[in-house]
């Protein structure tokens, strides 16, 4: 057993894999199938297999393991703690194989388990023991304890169950001090993209910014741990359009990750990749879709060369080739925008199944272009199901269904079905409310295009009434006048609310004014040419002057 633990720490997976079998026949023959020595070997085997990208292999020696353990602790000969970390490596493949029912009843039995001990003994978990056996017990108690708390935490975040999801990763932060030396810095930035996911990006940030300290102070700053952190910072300065910034971060980032990728270490150049895409990402945001496509194509070749070295390899393949597929898509380049998607889909379908988020994801974007296409039948056939997927897999008030409810509106809304467009954008809007706040930027889109709706109905005072709500929303989310979405509500206002301030408003934004200290002569003359052109219908043509001295005084 010892050398079979020698040969795993050297990454000699092979040589501890055979150590590990021939002690298992040892034990075998001395003591008989089920002892404690024969599930330890088990358990060891299967984290050789899980190491070296065999999930499925690694599942079934663990499987063999535990049921070795539950019968013996049925005659005091094991401990629950001992089935208590056996269900959080099961529970961990389940949750990476997307079993969500093996996974949420591995963690659930494992967390219980050692709730149930530390009730039984009748004293706290942070409680400190004198003698050193008790003190070890404990610490591996509280470890256990809080590994399954922390993946309870990420499932209830793939729920979008946010407050659940904090609750459980602070209670699990709360476990984890009570152990002299462990490591916080990986459920501090657990909790931070909580914050992330819910829109509160300056509590997100001094998180972030927190664990990162605190990694750069246990491991140095080269570290790519530290680098990982650095791209969920990156991540923020996307949200707040702070481009250049995130750049910078991801760029600091990948130097980390380049020093410390090996070509025998698959795991590094996934991440590698991930660093590669998210810098895509940003290029394609922005419109500059030669500086993605050098940059995914990068990614995409790194994890080309994992596939039959890493489990996740062919899954991260069908990602980027989404991303790819995108930049085509955004270049109107339909069919190979459509080849991509296609290609990521089958890869999905047979390594996932046809019934996962990720599938369903490339599903709707397969829906985009027909719609693009004015193939609207056919889009409306994936939008039905994807809402399916995601419904079964997500839960009915989660925000990609209500993503998935205004695509599908706004195919009735093209075909003049209002009726049925605003029963699905109303149901949006209210997951909306529900799953992200009143005042998330996702939720002033479904407002806006409410208001286009009631437009093309005629209701003039109920559009204005909702893009104006849009707006609003907008700005509180601090969108500045020169963003598309500002931009674009404005420029719908413009149309049907003839009202001073929404055409000075309007004028404004285009002419480049709103967010600038001062406007420029040339900045003004192209304001007047836009207003009078444009904007402002002919009965406010006099307006003008005052308009423009408006606009003066809000320049100075």
């Known amino acids: 057993m010892d050398i079979g633990f020698a040969h795993q720490e050297l990454n000699q997976l092979h040589d501890a894999m055979k150590s590990y079998l021939d002690a298992m026949d040892i034990f075998r023959q001395i003591f008989g199938d089920d002892h404690m020595s024969v599930a330890d070997c088990l358990s060891r085997v299967g984290d050789i297999h899980y190491i070296a990208g065999e999930p499925d292999d690694a599942m079934d020696a663990y499987s063999d393991a535990l049921k070795i353990i539950r019968v013996l602790h049925k005659t005091g000969e094991s401990e629950p703690l001992d089935i208590a970390s056996l269900l959080n490596k099961v529970g961990k493949i389940g949750y990476e194989r997307d079993d969500m029912e093996v996974a949420v009843s591995s963690f659930s039995q494992a967390s219980n388990l050692c709730a149930a001990l530390d009730h039984n003994e009748k004293r706290p978990l942070l409680e400190e023991h004198n003698d050193n056996e008790g003190s070890t017990k404990s610490n591996s108690l509280n470890e256990v304890y809080a590994e399954a708390l922390g993946w309870m935490g ?10 659940q999801a904090l609750y459980v990763f602070n209670e699990a932060l709360r476990v984890l001090k009570s152990v002299p030396g462990a490591s916080t810095t990986s459920l501090q930035e657990r909790i931070a993209n909580v914050h992330f996911r819910r829109g509160d990006l300056d509590v997100a940030m001094k998180a972030f910014e927190s664990a990162r300290r605190g990694k750069e102070k246990e491991l140095g700053k080269g570290h790519p741990a530290v680098a990982l952190t650095l791209v969920s910072i990156a991540n923020i300065h996307e949200q ?140 409306m056939e994936c939008y039905i199901k994807v809402l399916c997927i995601y419904r079964d897999a997500l839960g009915s008030d989660h925000p990609d269904v209500a993503f998935t409810l205004c695509n599908i509106a706004e195919i009735h809304r093209m075909w003049n079905d209002y009726s049925e467009a605003l029963n699905a954008f109303s149901e949006a809007k209210r997951i909306q409310e529900i799953s992200l706040g009143k005042e998330s930027v996702a939720l002033a889109d479904t407002y806006q295009y409410i208001g286009v709706t009631y437009q093309e109905m005629g209701d003039m005072e109920r559009a204005i009434s909702m893009l104006r709500k849009s707006l609003e929303i907008y700005r509180a989310a601090g969108l500045d006048g020169q963003d598309d979405k500002i931009k674009s509500v404005l420029a719908k206002l413009s149309q049907i609310d003839y009202s001073f301030e929404t055409q000075v408003q309007h004028a404004m934004s285009w002419a480049g004014l709103i967010g600038d200290a001062k406007c420029s002569g040339d900045v003004f003359a192209t304001f007047e040419s836009l207003a009078t052109s444009m904007f402002v219908p002919e009965f406010m043509q006099p307006c003008l002057p005052t308009i423009s001295e408006t606009i003066g005084e809000k320049s100075k």
Request: glycine share 6%; net charge negative.
């Open 154 to 163: 990420r499932i209830h975040v793939d729920r979008s169950q946010y407050e």
């Open 240 to 379: 707040r359009r702070n481009y250049q910034k995130a750049i910078d971060l991801l760029l600091r980032a990948l130097k980390i990750q380049k020093e410390e990728s090996t070509a025998t270490d698959a795991e590094s150049y996934i991440n590698l990749a991930a660093i590669l895409n998210n810098i895509g990402n940003i290029h394609t945001r922005q419109g500059e879709f030669s500086f993605a496509m050098s940059a995914y194509t990068d990614a995409l070749e790194l994890k080309e060369k994992c596939v039959g070295r890493h489990p996740q390899a062919r899954r991260e393949v069908a990602l980027t080739l989404v991303c790819i597929g995108n930049v085509h898509e955004r270049k109107e380049h339909f069919e190979d925008a459509m080849q991509l998607y296609e290609e990521a889909r089958g890869i999905q379908e047979e390594i996932l199944g046809d019934n996962h988020v990720e599938y369903a994801a490339t599903i709707n974007n397969i829906g985009v272009v027909l719609g693009k296409l004015n193939q609207y039948e056919d889009a």
